[in-house]
């Protein structure tokens, strides 16, 4: 049977500011990837995100990303792979001092970080040991074929191949831009069979119609869209309606 894990981006409130849906989504999803105060969250958001995804058995992840609050994480900085390596380290070990357990079970890089990072190789390695250092057994989650499943091999870090339901793709196999206008998938229902398909045959049509193998862990899904418990709840479903067993990595 075909398994697959489904990621949600969760604990990006900040302060008096609310976003997403974190209580509805953590229902349907297997893992959670929560903000850590640097592009997103803060102390408070942090402790009751963590204690919100325990209650409802979710394996823990951190999602570190850019120092950027103002944009969200995704505007792109030029920082050095140590500099990333630090931003990691520090952000992994604030998030899992709210654990229960002290311990994480993945680290999920954020917007641009990750995107910077799933092309330049001696960054994705800073991020990588940015990881180790805190927790070698902690699990990366990185765009499935990128430099950073590249540097997870490496330096012998376990790695997860992500896919994503509502994102589309370039030929290389990185994801349209956001500043583009077809970076989403806006249909349901298009998303939702896409997925199935990504997982089913092991590839993804890229938007000028190439075919690109993968072998996809785990599929993201985004929980602050206006629609985002009902697709949650229509993803989880239909992959189960597939054959296809729903589990964290």
Do not use: W
């Amino acid at each position: 049977m075909a398994k697959i894990d489904l990621n949600c981006d969760l604990g990006e409130s900040f302060g008096r500011y609310t976003l997403g849906l974190d209580a509805e989504v953590l229902p349907y999803v297997t893992s959670a990837n929560i903000a850590c105060g640097f592009h997103a969250g803060d102390p408070t958001v942090m402790a009751s995100t963590v204690a919100l995804a325990e209650k409802n058995h979710v394996a823990l992840g951190a999602h570190p990303g850019l120092p950027d609050l103002m944009g969200f994480g995704r505007r792109k900085m030029q920082i050095t792979p140590a500099e990333a390596k630090d931003y990691v380290q520090y952000q992994v070990g604030a998030l899992a001092a709210f654990s229960q357990t002290g311990k994480l079970h993945h680290v999920k890089p954020h917007g641009a970080l990750y995107n910077m990072a799933a092309k330049d190789y001696d960054l994705a390695r800073g991020i990588c040991l940015g990881i180790k250092a805190v927790d070698p057994t902690l699990i990366l989650f990185g765009l499935a074929n990128s430099q950073l499943i590249k540097a997870a091999q490496d330096v012998n870090l376990p790695y997860a191949q992500e896919i994503f339901a509502d994102r589309n793709y370039l030929a290389d196999g990185s994801l349209v831009p956001r500043s583009q206008p077809n970076a989403m998938v806006t249909d349901e229902e298009t998303a939702v069979k896409r997925t199935i398909a990504m997982i089913e045959s092991q590839s993804v049509t890229a938007v000028d119609g190439q075919k690109i193998a993968l072998k996809p862990d785990s599929v993201c899904v985004h929980g602050d869209g206006a629609k985002a418990v009902a697709f949650v709840q229509k993803i989880h479903a239909a992959l189960l309606a597939a054959g296809i067993d729903v589990k964290a990595v």
